[in-house]
């Protein structure tokens, strides 16, 4: 059946350090992808997405391109800041009834 | 615009006894979802609503959990009676449809639920 897997935390990294949070999926079809993120104290807020294969999502520095090839969503992102500490979570949009599928999140800690 | 309006924020009850979940979604959002998230896990869909339609429930304990979503527009989620592991932050979000597959989903606040 259709599912997630997003790479398990938490993350500590220090400021300007490299992040990769890894996600893959399984579907029968070709998903929209999207990541979520949770800021401490706020709601689920949408990050970036793609909706087909070879996209590049970005927005605030972090990108993820849609591999269809392996069937994975990887967040990335070159210089981390403090402001990026949060909960990210993976999202495939698929199934019949057009669901959202959220990975188990993976909380990023950004030191100074 | 609006965004996902929840109420009440916080609630604590004792086991087995009932509590309920009102979400306003945003103004002419036409699917709206309710999700647990239970501390530490990913939302879990509870269910789908397609305008004042059930689209998927499969996930909802059906013996326990009940929703309804009259007119299409706001929605109550009600628990009876609640048991301890019913602890979680219950969350709604809506989407417009006409965007079935690209468009992102809104989220309310949520509902944290403690149950003791």
Sequence with gaps: ?112 | EAGVAQSPRYKIIEKRQSVAFWCNPISGHATLYWYQQILGQGPKLLIQFQNNGVVDDSQLPKDRFSAERLKGVDSTLKIQPAKLEDSAVYLCASRTAGHANTGELFFGEGSRLTVL
């Design chain 1, 1 to 112: 059946g259709d599912s997630v897997t997003q790479m398990e935390g938490p993350v500590t990294l220090s400021e300007e350090a490299f992040l990769t949070i890894n996600c893959t999926y399984t579907a029968t079809g070709y998903p929209s992808l999207f990541w979520y993120v949770q800021y401490p104290g706020e709601g689920l807020q949408l990050l970036l997405k793609a909706t087909k294969a070879d996209d590049k999502g970005s927005n605030k520095g972090f990108e993820a391109t849609y591999r269809k090839e392996t069937t994975s969503f990887h967040l990335e992102k070159g210089s981390v800041q403090v402001s990026d500490s949060a909960v990210y979570f993976c999202a495939p949009l698929m199934g019949t009834g057009n669901q959202f599928y959220f990975g188990t999140g993976t909380s990023l800690t950004v030191i100074p």
